[in-house]
Nanobody
Framework: VQLQASGGGLVQAGGSLRLSCAAS????????MGWFRQAPGREREFVAA????????LYAISVKGRFTISRDNAHNTVYLQMNSLKPEDTAVYFC???????????????????WGQGTQVTVSS
C-alpha cells in the first residue's frame, strides 16, 4: 500500500482544514486507516483511526469533537476534517495503514505498517 497525504497549510486559530490521503492498491477497504501527527521535538502521536468499512472510528482526546475522520473506499481515500484549529495542532500530519483485516482500532504508530510522507499543518494564533 502506498499513501500520499495532502491538504496541509497555514491557517489561523479557529479555522479549518481538510487533509486527504490517497492510497494505491485494490484492497484499500481491508485496511484500518489512521492519522498521526508529529510536532518538532515531540514523538509521533495518534490523532484518529477508522475501520475498513468506515463503521468504527477512534479519536485522541485532544481532537475529539473538533476533528472527523472519514473514508471513501470507492476512491481509495481517507480524510481528516479539522475544525476549530488551535496553535497546539501545529505538526506534520501523517496517514497510515494498519492491516489488512485488523480487528481492533490501534493507536500506536509502530503497529501501522504503511505510511505516507506527511503534510505540514501550521495554526497561527
Amino acid at each position: 500500500v502506498q499513501l500520499q497525504a495532502s491538504g496541509g497549510g497555514l491557517v489561523q486559530a479557529g479555522g479549518s482544514l481538510r487533509l486527504s490521503c490517497a492510497a494505491s492498491g485494490r484492497t484499500f477497504s481491508s485496511y484500518t486507516m489512521g492519522w498521526f501527527r508529529q510536532a518538532p521535538g515531540r514523538e509521533r502521536e495518534f490523532v484518529a483511526a477508522i475501520k475498513g468499512t468506515g463503521g468504527s472510528t477512534l479519536y485522541a482526546i485532544s481532537v475529539k469533537g473538533r476533528f472527523t475522520i472519514s473514508r471513501d473506499n470507492a476512491h481509495n481515500t481517507v480524510y481528516l476534517q479539522m475544525n476549530s484549529l488551535k496553535p497546539e495542532d501545529t505538526a506534520v500530519y501523517f496517514c497510515a495503514a494498519d492491516g489488512p483485516y485488523t480487528i481492533a482500532l490501534r493507536t500506536t504508530a509502530r503497529e501501522y505498517d504503511y505510511w505516507g510522507q506527511g503534510t505540514q499543518v501550521t495554526v497561527s494564533s
